[in-house]
């Protein structure tokens, strides 16, 4: 099954397993004369990168980008933009009982089952470095959406029980957690200590924001803005849930209460409050978008568990070396690569919907 | 933009709008040699039918379907299925107001914004109707999964702050909310009483499981089969939210109590819990794929809303008309339908995974 | 395998069988705004119904249209547009041996290899019928087109050993093989009447031009505009080959002779020769672009043939019935059809090509 | 738009700049299990590489490929497999007038129009050097074909009026330009000095046969197995027509000429005649099947010829540098790596067509 591509008009194709080769993307019908240089590129796989601090996998990775096609005297070419990332510490250790042993909360049973193979080194595709790709396809689209006016950023929400209670979005990137709330970053900080202690590990939730997307982006049906975002959050590995606007909360309200109100400002139709989420019926409303994701615990942890290997045999296994207590933080650009790459898409979409927008175009 | 197919190997596409002359789906790529009916459709159009409880509106639609291709001498042909119902009660009355106001809630505003113009009558496209197309698909990929020994079965989990407590599925269709404990469903019928009493309406959940689906389906990057189910579930109007297995409850878990153990059982690899929801790194594990669906309060009320109109006048409205007090009941069967849509397509992908199948395949 | 969806930004996907219910097709992804009635999509599909000489098989269908969902006070809406055609003249009789035999030059082996089963009445899904939902779908991306200036037009160039030798397209609609040009039209005939005397059949040559495509549309590799109007015609029943521009006869000039200068004229780049037959590298290169269909005779004749069932036993047949000598005259509206679609839906892709057209179409 | 990327179950992404970093491919939905080494796809590059005779141009490129992921201890995972091809010789020379000089019978023009911008280094994204990653592709679906029994050959059929006469494969590859009759190649050579004198260029068709595809393979309607290869064929550069069988040369026949009959052979069904090229209705008959391409002369010659330039002035060119005088030996590798790579994906469709095949598929 062809599944490593996202996207209509523009179409991410992520390759490579965590230690091949090499890990890259193809983003193909991204449209020509972005300005883009290496740094645009490499400022957002730096925010993923591990090894920045203890709560992070201690892997030496430079992560360093090489544009490879697509971009031609630092603009892009509307050809694909092919990008790479090489290997370094790959470890290539004796891999030991994990390389026949189906790691519990891991992909690696559905991999044999599906495959009958899998490269057993560090996850191989189902690694988390696979989102390698996504991030640098989401840089890209991200500064195509920044021309237009418009932000994407995410930022932790919560960890185990610990939520933000303030938004200072610079805050962000001062501490490990990712969290725009000084308190709860230490606190969050605490309680993944604890979990460490314990041999464990934290999951928690993500929130995006997307300012300045216009009303009349999406479409009413299958591919509805907030049905496609679903998937492209979905499709990061651990999340377990999403969430619009305001998602699971909406089950205990009332029809009265979660309408938002339309009412005009400075002659733009607006909403007074934003239960929706920026998102009605699949299209934009010129609100804010909102968006979440739940993300489980790492499931790599060194305590003692039991499971079951390729030769049918149980076993107890205890997983060694290099993993993140939490997936979270290192997640948070992720989470926003796959939001700016979905609006990204849906706003070429838009571009198609009316006689009116086809005949302007082409009116000489 | 063309957003009214879903699936890969199976395609389903839906037309029709709420007060057109019909409303329809065309199911492509569907395999030959399926015993089927108008019947085996019916049932589930019939489950989603208007008119069957003080809960759900008056109007009277036979939804009877009409089997035009595909389908000869009692079974499919693997060419296009194409199905159809007529608009009856279509009350072509003057739609006064309704007609150029935005209502909160609803999809009306973006439908301008979009395509410029919308079809009002009923909501049009963006009208719960659509979701016949998708109804009378499920009908005919659940009958296929039957066969392979797969069922797919959904029920109301919760309205408003009214829980199941006890699960019996035979109950399910015993109470006109769909909940599979006459308890809770009682009670659930008073909350609704007192919602319409106030002219309001309620959320819910659905919850949908999903039996026998064997490991090794899916996909380990943007198809994998959760991400496919978030598509497809938030693709129904009025969703909010999504959770495979434990959902959001995972964020605050530990990898030690999230982490399914396997063990072997009749020579099968099997888990010992089911926090996955039956989903590991987006292939199915074996186990039961659990689903829900956050579905938000019935926009439609007939208290006094603030909003605009397409002239740009703030203005209040009232929705005069029929509504359903609360979605959840009648949205079950079209989860389980996207459910069974979803799962029939990826299990089909799956034979092409190896070489060897293919091999045995064309082994004469 | 889903095979009956064409295009990309607009997608066309047709059903129905010869002597089913009914056949038609599912336009989705077409803009808002286009002024559509019935007779727009009718006088095109008048001009391949049956029973208008004969040449063409007594087959009384009226084959008229009806618009089920999409149209709204005259104009479309962006959302699917579901056009339908009963079946009428089905001549539900006995099929005889045809039931079961694999009739020579037809499609019926492959089907039962394919699927185990077919419909085979009329050539199920195999029918020139099936040409209905293309030709109603390709009448309303030519109305379109026309609003931008473009014309697709398609004739008979040869039957059998006649070509045309002269052009006057008004002469087109004269003639009962849509040649543009009464001389070779009353040979045709002549030839046709040998043939048809002779229990045989004929095939010949349609050419279509398309006149006012600007330059810049297309693609440079896979979807070049080139390969998609060699799929699209391909995809017509009976075509065994098809070419573009000088086709191939340039397989024995020189460069010297088959490149087309360019020059300028009324401030334009213009091409002084147009070998290329306006596409150059799989992109418009603002010529008329010209398309070449070789139809095969029409396999159905009347003359005893050698086959075999589908028990494998060896048999001879004789195909009775209406059935057309020629098919080159009906499918010349089949062509048109396609390429409008093709070229239509090139013509969307090429809006979102450039950072600039974007930021202009998102400046307010 | 988004057209670098091809097929459906098995998807071939390329991507690449004649002289950009490099040139690659991603092949996703490749299936796991074939064993694969990097020299089953080196003899295939080899094919296309320059610099092999004189009427080869003399760039010297190693083409060496590098396998970047998909792969592991030596066989195919399942997972996309990423193919690189680093450029070497890129003579980053002043290009001169070329680059911003339309030239004649090139894409240049259309390029500028596309996308207002193109790499004009050796045509950037439309030199032949993109079909590296189609035979990198082609290579390893050919591999999976010969394991099922199905050999993929093509070759020089004619180059200008010079055509074979006799058929030895073997002969194929002891002549520069790929002709399987050694007199035909040594008349060819001779016209091809001539050109050459004349500062010209020599185009000619390339034929394919397809062998062991069994009946049932491919598509009644848009996805016809007839389609996809017209659309993989005239997606190669300088392709200008695309036969089937008998091609345009049906145009002249009659219905009981063109008719293969059936006949039962070894308890098989077979045709005793193969005028339809292995493909009836779409589907495959279980005949060879025969592909040719019509293939321009190569349109950069070192004539001088009249043009216009960015500026839209009119000047006169010289096209100096190294270019083939004939495209058409190269190129016969390049037909026969998409006619593999449409042929695989095709088989891999059928598997689900019947719902027996899934019924057996999962009866466990």
Redesign the interface.
């Known amino acids: 099954?062809?599944?490593?591509?996202?996207?209509?008009?523009?179409?991410v194709?992520?390759?490579?397993?965590s230690h091949?080769?090499?890990?890259?993307v193809?983003i193909?019908?991204f449209?020509?004369?972005?300005r883009l240089c290496k740094e645009d590129i490499q400022i957002y796989l730096d925010r993923r990168k591990p090894g920045q601090s203890k709560f992070t996998t201690a892997r030496a990775e430079g992560d360093e980008v090489?544009?490879?096609?697509?971009v031609?005297e630092g603009?892009?070419?509307?050809?694909?933009?092919?990008l790479?990332v090489r290997n370094m510490d790959q470890h290539s250790k004796d891999y030991g009982n994990i390389a026949n042993t189906?790691r519990?909360?891991?992909?690696d049973?559905?991999?044999?089952?599906?495959?009958?193979?899998?490269?057993y080194r560090g996850g191989?595709?189902?690694s988390g470095r696979?989102t390698i790709g996504r991030v640098a396809a989401g840089a890209i689209c991200a500064k195509?959406l920044r021309?237009?006016?418009i932000e994407v950023f995410a930022y932790t929400k919560?960890?185990?029980?610990v939520s933000i209670s303030e938004f200072e979005l610079g805050e962000r990137d001062l501490n490990p957690v990712a969290m725009p709330d000084a308190l709860a970053a230490k606190e969050a900080q605490e309680y993944l200590e604890a979990?460490m202690l314990?041999?464990?590990?934290?999951?928690?939730?993500i929130e995006c924001v997307i300012t300045g997307v216009?009303?009349?982006?999406?479409?009413?049906?299958?591919?509805?803005l907030?049905?496609?975002?679903?998937?492209?959050?979905?499709?990061i590995?651990s999340v377990?849930?999403?969430?619009?606007?305001?998602?699971?909360a909406?089950?205990?309200?009332?029809?009265?209460?979660?309408?938002?109100?339309?009412?005009?400002k400075n002659?733009k139709?607006v909403k007074?409050t934003n239960h929706?989420?920026g998102i009605?019926?699949?299209?934009?409303?010129?609100d804010d978008i909102i968006v979440r994701a739940?993300?489980?615990?790492?499931?790599?942890?060194s305590?003692l568990?039991?499971?079951?290997n390729e030769a049918?045999?149980?076993v107890d296994i205890e997983i060694k070396g290099r993993h993140d207590p939490v997936i979270v933080p290192r997640a948070v650009v992720v989470v926003e690569a796959m939001c700016a790459i979905t609006v990204c898409d849906a706003?070429?979409?838009?571009?198609?919907?009316?006689?009116?927008?086809?005949?302007e175009?082409?009116k000489n």
């Open positions: 099954m062809a599944g490593s591509t996202f996207g209509n008009n523009i179409t194709t992520t390759w490579g397993e091949g080769e090499a890990l890259g193809v193909d019908g449209p020509a004369g972005l090489e544009i490879l096609s697509g031609f603009h892009t070419t509307g050809t694909p933009i092919s790479m189906f519990p909360g891991h992909a049973f559905g991999f044999i089952e599906k495959f009958g193979t899998r490269d191989g595709r189902s696979e195509l021309e237009l006016g919560s960890i185990g029980d979990c314990n041999k464990d590990s934290a999951g928690g939730v216009p009303a009349g982006v999406g479409d009413p049906v299958f591919e509805k907030d049905a496609k975002l679903a998937q492209a959050i979905v499709s590995g377990k849930g999403v969430e619009i606007g305001d998602g699971f909406v089950t205990k309200s009332t029809g009265s209460l979660n309408n938002d109100a339309f009412e005009m002659d139709v007074t929706s989420g009605l019926g699949g299209i934009s409303d010129g739940a993300i489980k615990p790492t499931p790599s942890i305590q568990q039991h499971t079951v049918h045999e149980e706003l070429l979409s838009h571009m198609t919907d009316r006689v009116d927008y086809i005949k175009f082409y």
